[in-house]
């Protein structure tokens, strides 16, 4: 009896031991090597902090769209790497702590159901990167921005299909991302619209070449708007969850997506607050309607975190720029403008003005948005 005793307890042992080496295991698999704070949520939720130290975190930094010969990341990314190298070294030291990279989806997606391995690699080198400079990722997904870079069967699947494949996107990418304290938040996408009437493209009229507007559906038929726009969101939040329950999920959302008269996107911040974890919004103030985006800025200001995570002076003037943002420093917790690659930003002003007058401006408002960085830093 004794000897049966003994062998049940050896079991029980055995048993804890077992699941005590499993949980370590599981513990450590999901703690990166890097000395970088996490970035979370304060417990009032109203602003972000870092974790273990518990200081607020305020973002700050760049879109990194494109270089300063118009392509976009992924067209350089693999072999240019050095020059994504000396980019992101040049960010840091204009004072970003945050840089917001645009992934497309036909460059990571080979199907509905499979990814493409040098793309992945790819980013993994990047979140590398970020975790050696101490830069967090803005992660912005599903990006369809040059229409030859859209998969003909991605355009030909149906709205459930369509979903499922983004879906699949979002689980790749968290499953990649889940152990780095680097990426700062998942932007499900940029500029998301559920249309009021019945589509033919899944695309929006585009800006230049380029197409930043999604629809989400081609025809939302009854069912209200906000509805269609909270039950995508939780089909890609639930993916992302999947495999990563820590980093923070937003949508970059056009300033049109208040719910006032004339156009709006669908995605009606006070419907869908409660399913991301900050509110994230895309604005370029125009001269004389300072005040209507100081509204807009409010309109978004509704109990969680706001960040302007585009901004730039194409409507207005710089001192213009300038004064909406400290005006709204105490509404806005974080602000990213754009940085278009180093050679763009000649040292000699009068060399820049003759090269062209947008890279003047370029130059002159990157000049600008480091001082105010400097500003928001130390309030």
């Known amino acids: 009896m004794y000897h049966l005793h003994f062998q049940v307890l050896v079991f029980l042992v055995k048993i804890v031991m077992i699941f005590f080496a499993s949980s370590v295991s599981f513990v450590f698999a999901n703690i990166s ?7 979370m949520l304060s417990s009032n939720k109203k602003t972000f902090i870092m974790y273990p130290s518990g200081k607020r975190f305020i973002p700050l930094g760049f879109n990194y769209d494109h270089d300063e010969r118009g392509r976009l990341l992924e067209d350089y990314w693999i072999t240019e790497w050095n020059k994504v190298v000396e980019d992101f070294r040049e960010m840091k030291k204009l004072g970003a702590n945050v840089v917001r990279i645009h992934l497309q989806f036909g460059k990571f997606m080979e199907s509905p159901t ?16 970020a975790e050696e400079l101490n830069l967090y990722i803005y992660l912005t997904g599903l990006g369809c921005y040059k229409k030859e870079d859209i998969p003909s069967w991605y355009n030909n699947l149906n709205e459930k299909e369509r979903w499922d494949a983004q879906a699949k996107f979002w689980e790749i990418i968290a499953s990649i991302c889940a152990k780095s304290p680097a990426i700062f938040c998942y932007d499900l996408m940029n500029e998301p619209v559920v249309p009021g009437a019945p589509q033919t493209d899944w695309l929006a009229t585009p800006f230049g070449d380029r197409y930043f507007v999604q629809f989400i559906t081609l025809d939302a038929g009854d069912r209200p708007r906000p509805l269609v726009a909270k039950k995508w969101i939780d089909h890609l939040t639930c993916a992302i969850r999947k495999y990563d329950r820590r980093h923070l999920i937003t949508i970059g959302l056009t300033s049109w997506s208040l719910d006032r008269p004339g156009i709006t996107s669908g995605f009606v911040p006070e419907y869908i ?18 005040e209507n985006y100081n509204e807009i800025i409010k309109g978004f200001c509704i109990g969680k975190p706001l960040v302007v995570a585009e901004i730039f002076p194409i409507y207005c003037t710089i001192p213009e720029l300038e004064h909406f943002i400290l005006n709204n420093k105490e509404r806005v917790e974080g602000w990213l403008s754009f940085y278009w690659g180093k050679e763009m930003y000649i040292s000699e002003e009068g060399e820049a003005r003759q090269k062209n007058m947008s890279t003047y401006i370029a130059q002159k408002w990157l000049e600008s948005f480091r001082k105010i960085i400097k500003i928001l830093k130390t309030n």
Do not use: G
């Not at 090597?33 to 970035?39: L, N």
């Not at 499979?114 to 990167?129: A, E, G, P, T, W």
């Not at 991301?276 to 300072?290: G, N, Q, R």
């Open 273 to 290: 607050v409660d399913y991301i974890d900050f509110l994230s919004v895309h604005i370029y103030p125009e001269t004389s309607k300072a």
């Open 33 to 39: 090597s890097s000395s970088m704070e996490w970035i």
């Open 114 to 129: 499979k990814f493409r391995v040098d793309s992945i690699n790819q980013l993994k080198r990047l979140i590398n990167l």
